[in-house]
């Protein structure tokens, strides 16, 4: 892996006023000396370097494809002559990421963001060495003086798009690649099977853990299992276009996750979760050159603009299923209506949720179950 410079420096410029003194004469008076330039106009203002660490390549499409978008985003919305960013791709969960990080320190970053959940105890290890850079975590929950996390309610947007899938379904059957049995990934799979049963109750969700975030084979040949398995739509929390490839390789369809894959399945999809973080990194980055950085953790919700459901085929999905997921959204976005509201119970026939009780942020950040509906155990 090698360290890519996205935006260059700008140059630093140094101007400094110069006066010498003459001999003086008896019949001449001295002349008056210029004035020194004041001391703030004598060096130009050095751009903040920013770091970002990639947990897959920027491929046309997914997660880090999104994560990217959003970093482009905010050098343009902030302004090329005030930061530099750098990036690293394709860093796995391990000691490399701490490798990785570190040199991003080296290299004078002052600002690291690192974009995927493995990356958080390297990422706090190294907040306590180096207590005069600010580091983001995305997905993560450990935090530090100089370390936040940030992250996007996923479910939100989840629960509407299984909403369109259960409207859609004619074998109800859904198929679903995971990567890691995370608490995020399982909100996930439960407000999509939640909203899938809200407008179906017959659906049933399959789940195939691939225990990768990003393994194109591995994608492949879960989705065609999958649809071996009698699941007509497909959707995905993994980091390629794999999963939308074999849908519409087998005529089936897809809802993907992270970016809209027309690209790849111009047939298959029939909508896309599609991920903004534009305008969080723009927003972190100003707070770091305005010397107003904040430590609070984030997690942005759809009405915030952090995604957006988009490209949804009317054609493919009754026109009532898609005036109610709309309804719903507009609920979802006022606060009047909540994905993880009860009754909720586990696959297994316990209660998760009384009637008319939400589920709180810390219990579905520590949530371990699937709820009615998902086939199969969560794995270890």
Not at 37 to 64: C, H, M, N, R, W
Not at 179 to 207: D, M, R, Y
Not at 288 to 301: E, F, N, Q
């Amino acid at each position: 892996m090698s360290l890519k410079l996205v935006a260059a420096a700008a140059a630093v410029a140094s101007a400094f006023a110069l006066s010498a003194c003459g001999d003086k004469k008896e019949a001449v008076p001295a002349k008056p000396a210029t004035p020194a330039a004041p001391a703030a106009q004598s060096k130009a203002a050095e751009p903040l370097k920013v770091g970002f660490v990639y947990v897959a390549p920027i491929a046309d499409v997914g997660y880090t494809k999104q994560h990217d978008i959003g970093r482009i985003y905010a050098i343009d919305k902030v302004g090329k002559d005030k930061v530099t960013t750098t990036f690293v791709e394709n860093v796995p969960e391990t000691a490399d990421a701490e490798r990785v990080i570190r040199q991003m320190v080296a290299d004078g970053n002052k600002l690291i963001f690192g974009t995927s959940f493995g990356y958080m105890n390297y990422m706090q290890k190294l907040a306590k060495e180096y207590p005069d850079v600010k580091f983001e975590h995305a997905t993560g929950y450990k935090t530090a003086p100089n370390m936040t996390n940030y992250n996007i309610r996923f479910y939100e947007g989840r629960y509407l798009a299984g909403m369109l899938a259960g409207g859609a379904t004619k074998s109800n059957i859904i198929g679903y690649v995971a990567p890691f049995p995370i608490p995020e990934v399982l909100q996930g799979i439960n407000a999509f099977t939640l909203g899938a049963k809200s407008v179906n109750p017959n659906i049933q969700v399959k789940v195939i853990w691939t225990n990768a975030w990003y393994d194109p084979p591995k994608d492949t040949d879960s989705a065609k299992t999958l649809l071996g398995q009698g699941a007509d739509i497909l959707t995905q929390h993994t980091n390629t276009s794999a999963v939308a490839s074999a849908a519409e390789a087998a005529g089936k369809m897809v809802i993907p996750y992270n970016s809209d894959m027309k690209s790849v399945a111009p047939n298959a999809q029939i909508a896309a979760l599609v991920l903004n973080w534009g305008p969080y990194y723009a927003k972190k980055i100003q707070q770091m050159i305005d010397g107003k950085w904040d430590p609070t953790p984030v997690w942005m919700h759809y009405k915030d603009g952090a995604m957006s459901l988009e490209g949804v085929r009317t054609d493919k999905i009754p026109a009532d299923i898609v005036k109610k997921m709309e309804e719903v959204k507009a609920k979802i976005e006022s606060g009047e209506f909540h994905p993880f509201t009860g009754p909720i119970k586990t696959n297994d026939g316990k209660e998760a949720a009384k009637a008319g009780e939400v589920l709180k942020d810390d219990q579905l950040q520590t949530m371990n179950y699937y709820v009615d509906g998902v086939i199969g155990k969560v794995p270890n």
